[in-house]
C-alpha cells in the first residue's frame, strides 16, 4: 500500500460517512414523526372526559397542523435528503427536520397541559 493509496481511501471513508450519518438521521424522522402523532393522540384522548370550562380543547386548525404538520416534515427531510445526503453539511436538512419535530412535541404538550 502506498501513501497515494492511503490518501484515496480517507476521502471516501468521510463521505461514506456523511452518507449514513445523514440517511440515518433522516430515516429516523418517521419514528419521530410517529411518536407526534402518539403523542398528540394521548393529549386528546385525555382531555375527552373533561367537562369543565378550562379543559384544554384543541383548536381545529392548530391541531391538525401540529398532528399532520410532523410527517410531511419527515417526507420533505428524505426527499431534500436525496440532493443534499452526499454534501459536507446535509445533515443540516434531518437535523432541521428533528428541531421541527420537537418544537411540535414542546408545543403540543404546551397545548395540553
Known amino acids: 500500500m502506498t501513501a497515494s493509496n492511503a490518501t484515496e481511501t480517507h476521502p471516501d471513508r468521510g463521505h461514506r460517512r ?3 450519518v445523514n440517511w440515518l438521521l433522516a430515516l429516523s424522522t418517521i419514528a419521530g414523526a410517529a411518536v407526534v402523532q402518539l403523542f398528540a393522540m394521548g393529549a ?3 382531555t ?3 367537562s369543565a370550562p378550562s ?3 384543541p383548536s381545529g386548525f392548530v391541531y391538525g397542523l401540529l398532528t399532520y404538520g410532523a410527517p ?3 417526507v420533505v427531510a ?3 435528503s436525496f440532493f443534499t445526503a452526499g ?3 446535509g445533515f443540516l ?3 432541521a427536520a428533528w428541531l421541527l419535530i420537537a418544537l411540535d412535541i414542546a408545543i403540543l404538550a404546551a397545548a395540553f397541559s
Open 18 to 20: 456523511r452518507l449514513w
Open 44 to 46: 386528546v384522548m385525555s
Open 48 to 50: 375527552a372526559a373533561c
Open 55 to 57: 379543559c384544554p380543547k
Open 72 to 74: 410531511v416534515i419527515a
Open 78 to 80: 428524505i426527499i431534500v
Open 87 to 89: 454534501r459536507r453539511r
Open 93 to 95: 436538512v434531518p437535523v
